[in-house]
């Protein structure tokens, strides 16, 4: 099973600035990776899949990058409705796996 | 738009079965891959399996003895039954649509397992 890690845990940032999410596959995974967003007693968002193809209707200020093992998720501006969980998911390989999550607080 | 809400018991006792429905709005089960994901409370997102509209199905090797999904097309819903649970199935039970990038899911149902 692919272990999938995120990086950093909590991530503290100033509405309109800029917030950089990182996500590591233990395994090259090419450009099977997905992101999504959960706000609390929701289910989570699809943002990004495809490593950077962003999903129907989200924003231009959310970009994903990588390829392999290395990846990122970039929000350009933060604006208060991004305060949120951010997932990443692996589909390379069966069963599909998730990270732990990086929790986007206000600063 | 397509909406889907998950209903079954709050609080099951350990050793017997975990049973869930999906309800889907906006959008005929036939046709697509439909899926379960749970989230242990304080922990990550766990994928369970999918099935598609055929009946075709496919389970995370770690439950695959204890899974198992169906679905309704005449109510449009689809189901999952976990049996043999312990205290580790408590979670948060979010039923989806799509296989492997979900991308509507629903709110979700939590589950106790305790006596």
């Known amino acids: 099973e692919i272990v999938m890690t995120q990086s950093p845990a909590t991530l503290s940032v100033s509405p309109g600035e800029r917030a950089t999410l990182s996500c590591r596959a233990s395994?090259?995974?090419?450009?099977?990776l997905a992101w999504y967003q959960q706000k609390p007693g929701l289910g989570p968002r699809l943002l990004i899949y495809g490593a950077s193809t962003r999903a129907t209707g989200i924003s231009a200020r959310f970009s994903g990058s990588g390829s392999g093992t290395e990846f990122t998720l970039t929000i350009s501006s933060l604006q208060s409705e991004d305060f949120a969980v951010y997932y990443c998911q692996q589909y390379n390989n069966w069963p599909p796996t998730f990270g732990q999550g990086t929790k986007v607080e206000i600063k | 738009q397509v909406q889907l809400q998950e209903s079954g018991p709050g609080l099951v006792k350990p050793s017997d079965t975990l049973s869930l429905t999906c309800s889907v709005s906006?959008?005929?089960?036939?046709?697509?891959?439909w899926s379960w994901i749970r989230q242990p409370p304080g922990k990550g997102l766990e994928w369970i399996g999918y099935?598609?509209?055929?009946?075709?199905?496919h389970y995370n090797p770690s439950l695959n003895s204890r899974v198992t999904l169906s679905l309704d097309t005449s109510k449009n819903q689809f189901s999952l039954k976990l049996t043999s649970v312990t205290a580790a199935d408590t979670a948060v039970y979010h039923c989806?649509?799509?296989?492997?990038?979900?991308?509507?899911w629903g709110q979700g149902a939590l589950v106790t397992v305790s006596s």
């Open positions: 099935i598609h509209s055929s009946g075709t199905t």
């Open positions: 395994q090259s995974i090419s450009s099977n």
């Open positions: 989806a649509r799509g296989s492997p990038v979900p991308d509507n």
């Open positions: 906006g959008a005929s089960i036939s046709g697509s891959y």
